[in-house]
């Protein structure tokens, strides 16, 4: 693999997979039913199940919500902050976190360059005015809007149905970049799934570390098994080198 200078990394739930927050799947065994699976997709993670019980969907992003607060950004995560202070210190180089996760375990970590395709635990939507707020506490009392005032706060988390933030700068970055990499995704949520090819398609290297190998895992050029925390700061060693 040649030296890159523009990276675009992609992470998914399995990167935060070791701070204590789950995935959206789990690993199968009975005793380790995932947060999300005791959950219909269709019942917290759509706008139809929002409109149909408000109620238990607000309940559902307060409980992930005030857990996010409880964790910590994990090896992976530090790795990731450092190669991102360090990359883009250089004007001939430029780095993309893009995440699907709706934890701010990168921030925290210290990553500047990062976009949430699939919004923030840590941010209420206002469906009055449409504004993003930052917002650490519950929604279930339906707080105003520190912007417009009205009643009408979700969270500002993309829902099955919904279009993803950022897609213009991502695919922006996508098309100048010459690496890919592929951290801790099942590669089963489009459009994020499709990053591979669409990268594949542009003559950019790909790149994927998971645990497993995922369902795109045959669009890469390369692929790493293991645990994120591992992989990762491994990972980032070799291309600072
Ligand atoms: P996913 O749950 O579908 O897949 C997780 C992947 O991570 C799997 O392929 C698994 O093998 C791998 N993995 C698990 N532990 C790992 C580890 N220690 N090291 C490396 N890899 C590991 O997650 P997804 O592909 O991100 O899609 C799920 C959707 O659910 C996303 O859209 C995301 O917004 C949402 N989600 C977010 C969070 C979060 O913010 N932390 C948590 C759960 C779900």
Redesign the pocket.
Known sequence: MHKPQNIVILT???????SG?????S?GRPEKQ???EQHRIEDVATPEGFARDPDLVLNFYDMRRAD?QTKQPNA?HHALARLDREWNARADRALLIVT????D?HERAGAQCVHHM?GE?LSALCSACLERSPWTGPMIGRPACPQCGETALRPD?VWFGEMPYDMESIYGALRGADLFVS???????YP?AGFVQDARSMGVQTLE????R?EGSGWFDETRL????V?VPEWVDEILA
């Open positions: 998914g739930a399995g990167i935060s997979a070791e927050i789950d995935t959206f799947r690993d995932g947060t999300w996010v992976a699907q996760n709706v934890d375990l699939h635990l988390v951290i801790g995704t099942s590669g089963a949520v994020a570390l998971n645990l497993e995922s293991g645990a994120a925390s992989l």
